[in-house]
């Protein structure tokens, strides 16, 4: 039987992932739960579920956030810092699940599990964010895009854990866009989301981030498609080098879920979608 540990503030959570490595921190434990039939027990879990210190939004200098990694998706739900500034990634969390998963399910859950069909990471990568992780030896900053390394693979160490999640404040007046293609309306896994940020300056998109899900082994940056959009007024024109740049850049695999020829088209239009609308 595993040991459950469940410390009662950081410094003593940080203690014992340090003194655990091979313990299975666990938050809401909506995605080990779902594992766990495949796999044998872990000597031990730690628990960090409602964790003071790690849960809750607060303000940072400047207009942006600071997320507390155990933050359920039904309270950033219910931030209003989170509806104002940042629908994106309220509307992605919309999403995530159903009540009950909203209710338990965490930000840093998601992000450690780092599915490629997790649907709060295309969001974190198009609002630039920046992952908080601590060990016993302090904290270091690392931008998200760093943080993924490979398939369900982080820059994590076996004595750290991930803290907090930080976003800058937007520029004022930037369009931010979600979308998520799935087999049915509600609770489906995803076949390809987009999250996007643009602002344009005179007419012209002036910068643009674009982040796809479910289209390769991690969340991805289109940084090719969003280069053969700055500086370019929203158009059919533009549309179109988009989805030629995209179609460049990104390798969508088969699987049980769709085939890498459905991702291809859906992601170029989803694209195509997004710049119209600017």
Not at 116 to 140: K, T
Request: net charge neutral; with cysteine.
């Amino acid at each position: 039987m595993s040991e459950f540990l469940s410390p009662k503030d950081l410094p003593a959570a940080l203690a014992a992932r340090a003194a655990h490595p091979d313990y299975i921190p666990v938050a809401g434990g909506t995605d080990y739960m779902v594992a766990s039939k495949d796999r044998l027990p872990p000597p031990g879990i730690i628990n960090l579920f409602g964790l003071g210190a790690l849960t809750g939004v607060t303000d940072l200098d400047g207009g942006g956030v600071r997320i507390g990694a155990c933050t359920t998706y039904a309270t950033l739900l219910g931030d209003a810092r989170i509806a104002n500034t940042f629908p994106l990634l309220r509307d992605a969390c919309r999403e995530v699940g159903a009540s009950q998963i909203q209710a338990r399910g965490t930000l840093g859950g998601n992000i450690a599990t780092s599915s490629p069909v997790g649907d709060s990471l295309p969001p974190l990568l198009a609002l630039d964010a920046v992952i908080c992780v601590a060990s016993s030896a302090g904290e270091r900053r690392v931008a998200y895009e760093d943080f993924l390394v490979g398939y369900r693979k982080i820059d994590l160490a076996a004595d750290e854990l991930i803290v907090a999640i930080e976003l800058p404040a937007p520029h004022v007046g930037a369009m931010q866009h979600w979308r998520k293609v799935g087999t049915r309306r509600a609770q489906s896994i995803s076949k390809v989301m987009m999250a996007a940020v643009a602002h344009l300056d005179d007419g012209r998109i002036a910068d643009i981030r674009i982040a796809l899900g479910a289209v390769a082994d991690r969340t991805v940056r289109a940084r090719a498609t969003e280069d053969a959009l700055r500086g370019s007024a929203p158009s059919e024109e533009a549309a179109k080098r988009a989805r030629e740049a995209l179609r460049g850049e990104i390798t969508p695999i088969d699987d049980l879920r769709s085939t890498a020829e459905y991702r291809l088209g859906v992601a170029e239009n989803l694209v195509r979608r997004f710049v119209l609308s600017l």
